[in-house]
């Protein structure tokens, strides 16, 4: 079945470090990627996204890389900040429909001050 | 920036009552879908709802549940006899094909059955 998942639950990084956060898909069919960024008590907020035509899309200070290859996906934070801290979601989809988008199981990213 | 805003924020409920959940989408979107998300957990697909009809639905979206788009603003999620494990926060979302943004998530209603 398709799934997606996450390699760390947790991380925590000193302020002004970068971050890393990475994520595994199952279903070879998936060709859009979205990453969204949980904060206590909110809905998911969306961040970036890439289509699996691409293996590198760039944000203010994020960045997400697709590995077809290997079904992997990451983001990355520049220079993480405290308000970075949340809940990390991937999830994905096929482009051609949109039925849904499934998530993983979330990355909680907390910065050290 | 456009939102999804959903109602109540957090509605209490006592076991076997029915509930309705609203939400109104972004007004040129045209997919509207409800999640779930218990404790801790991840985020889970209810249902997708697509030219005034469901166009999928999880395993977990049984009979108990149903939705609608009464008008051309709100889009309801109705669990007609909640459980105790309905227990949740449930986000409501919409997209417009085409537009590269994901999907716009609302706030979410903290649903307590008690």
């Known amino acids: 079945g398709e799934s997606v998942g996450l390699h760390l639950p947790t991380l925590s990084v000193q302020e002004g470090d970068n971050s890393i956060i990475n994520c595994a898909y199952s279903n070879s069919a998936s060709d859009y990627f979205i990453w969204y960024k949980q904060e206590s008590g909110k809905g998911p907020q969306f961040i970036i996204d890439i289509r699996s035509n691409m293996d590198k899309r760039q944000g203010q200070r994020v960045t997400v890389l697709l590995n077809k290859t290997v079904k992997h996906l990451s983001l990355q934070i520049a220079a993480t900040q405290p308000g970075d801290s949340a809940v990390y979601f991937c999830a994905e989809n096929r482009v051609a429909s949109y039925d849904k988008v499934i998530f993983g199981p979330g990355t909680s990213l907390s910065v050290i001050p | 920036e456009p939102e999804v805003t959903q109602t109540p924020s957090h509605q209490v409920t006592q076991m076997g009552q029915e509930v309705i959940l609203r939400c109104v989408p972004i007004?040129?979107?045209?997919?509207f879908y409800w999640y779930r998300q218990i404790l801790g957990q991840k985020v889970e697909f209810l249902v997708s709802f697509y030219n005034n009809e469901i166009s999928e639905k999880s395993e977990i979206f049984d009979d108990q549940f149903s939705v609608e788009r009464p008008d051309g603003s709100n889009f309801t999620l109705k669990i007609r006899s909640t459980k105790l494990e309905d227990s949740a926060m449930y986000f409501c979302?919409?997209?417009?094909?085409?537009?590269?943004?994901?999907?716009?998530f609302g706030s979410g209603t903290r649903l307590t059955v008690v």
């Open positions: 979302a919409s997209s417009h094909p085409g537009q590269g943004d994901g999907y716009t």
């Open positions: 007004s040129n979107h045209l997919y």
